[in-house]
């Protein structure tokens, strides 16, 4: 394939992206209009603008659930293997995370560390277990992350399970284990495993294929063993689990 045709390629496959995502927001902004012109008829225009970031709050449900839809849409879904940069796979990866990139920017930012976060990962395909605390937007490839009861990804950390790689994506499945902690700023990539109880220490990397092992604490670029955890570590997870 020739070099010229794929620099076209980028630059128009760029602006039809960046079409779709302004196309999806205005069809999000629909039914905040109209809630707006019923609030102002029954109302004053003065309530009517108070009522401008409940009406944010709207548009951003409802283009959170046009990424769904379109992602059902298109069939997509992330799986293990690995493809050519021009395959429908790509594709769909690519438009898929470019309007769920607006999504994260422009609205999913203010739900970290709430359970409507955890809906919408669902709801985009990820294996979410009960009372995870995620603090970060940072997760893609959603139907290749599994995240077990009470883990806890820490702030802007990243989950992922791609991995471009000598002209191919690459996916593999990516597990946070129960009760595990991935901390600030850390990154797992794909094929990684934080097994139960384990640790990954702030702002450290996890190589491919890599694996925190059980109520073990790993740290630094690429991750290692920094130590097992203790009776105490333990204890302390539990009462603040319980708090």
């Known amino acids: 394939m ?109 739900w970290k560390g709430t359970p409507f976060l955890n809906l919408y990962l669902r709801l985009m395909g990820a294996k979410v277990g009960r009372r995870v605390s995620i603090n970060t937007i940072h997760i893609y490839d959603w139907d290749l992350i599994t995240l077990d009861d009470d883990c806890v990804l820490g702030g802007d950390c990243v989950v992922q399970g791609h991995l471009l790689e000598g002209g191919r994506m690459k996916m593999r499945p990516t597990r946070v284990g129960k009760k595990a902690l991935v901390g600030t700023s850390a990154k797992v990539m794909p094929g990684c495993v934080v097994d139960d109880l384990g640790v990954l220490a702030a702002g450290s990397i996890m190589k491919k294929g890599g694996i925190v092992t059980a109520n073990a604490i790993f740290g630094g670029t690429p991750a290692k063993l920094i130590r097992m955890r203790g009776d105490k570590d333990v204890q302390d997870d539990g ?3 319980s708090a």
Not at 8 to 28: D, P
Not at 73 to 100: H, K
Request: aromatic share 20%; hydrophobic share 50%; with cysteine.
């Open 239 to 241: 009462i603040r689990g």
């Open 2 to 110: 020739p070099s010229w045709f794929v620099d076209v390629g980028r630059y128009v496959g760029g602006f039809l992206v960046w079409v779709l995502c302004a196309v999806f927001s205005g069809v999000a902004l629909i039914p905040c209009y109209f809630a707006f012109v019923a609030i102002m008829e029954s109302t004053s225009t003065l309530w009517a603008v108070t009522s401008t970031p409940l009406l944010y709050g709207l548009w951003g449900g409802g283009y959170c659930l046009l990424c769904v839809i379109y992602k059902r849409a298109i069939f997509y879904s992330p799986r293990e293997g690995e493809w050519p940069l021009f395959s429908f796979a790509v594709i769909g990866w690519g438009t898929t995370g470019a309007l769920t990139n607006w999504a994260n920017i422009l609205f999913l930012q203010h």
